[in-house]
């Protein structure tokens, strides 16, 4: 009798212990959804004010956090600001005159380092980092010299990923972009036509 009671009572502070666990697991969930919808609504309204600091400040830090912004899910549908997907991303990069350009870059780089190609949002915010790696290569490359090969090489691969073998605009970029950072670093002109003809071969 004392050891069926003994078993019961172990089982049920186990029981407890594990619902007390799944509680808490639940409860910071649960804070950091808040913490992501109060940050989605700041980020709305800095850019209904024109705040572009502020709309830095706030705008996603990674590729993940781009996709749960701006991304669209097959199975879940719409993220919180896909709908604004084309003002907020083309305001990120039009605005860059408002904060430092080094600043913004290494923003960028760290969002496109872990990216891959995707329709609508992502597909925007590649091409409006390639057009900015064009007009500013010598900021990239401050950047890109600080950093391993293997991320460098994963920032390539973003920048030039979701083409197809032939595509011609897409070769065109590669040439545009090659010989601007060839011209100004053999290095790391490599890494990148190495990359991109891994892609595409």
Same mark, same amino acid.
């Given at each position: 009798?004392? /050891? ?60 993940? *956090? ?8 097959? *199975? ?25 350009? /080094? ?9 496109? /380092? ?27 490359? *401050? ?28 070769? *065109? /970029? ?28």
């Amino acid at each position: 009798m004392k /050891k069926i009671f003994l078993i019961l009572t172990i089982s049920c502070l186990i029981f407890s212990c594990n619902a007390n666990e799944k509680k808490e697991e639940s409860n910071n969930v649960a804070q950091k959804d808040s913490v992501a919808d109060t940050r989605i609504e700041k980020l709305k309204q800095a850019f209904e004010k024109d705040d572009y600091v502020t709309f830095f400040k706030l705008f996603p830090d990674t590729y993940s *956090e781009l996709i749960d912004f701006y991304g669209f899910d097959d *199975e879940t549908g719409k993220k919180p600001l896909y709908d604004f997907y084309e003002t907020h991303i083309n305001y990120f990069f039009k605005s860059i005159e408002k904060i430092s350009s /080094k600043t913004f870059v290494s923003k960028a780089y760290k969002i496109a /380092k872990d990216g891959v190609w995707d329709a609508d949002g992502i597909g925007l915010f590649q091409s409006n980092l390639s057009e900015l790696i064009i007009s500013k290569p010598n900021i990239f490359l *401050e950047i890109l010299t600080t950093k391993p090969n293997k991320e460098i090489t994963s920032f390539w691969h973003f920048v030039f990923d979701g083409s197809g073998k032939y595509d011609l605009q897409n070769k *065109e /970029k590669f040439e545009t972009i090659y010989n601007k950072i060839n011209t100004l670093d053999k290095k790391q002109g490599r890494l990148l036509k190495d990359e991109f003809e891994r892609m595409y071969k």
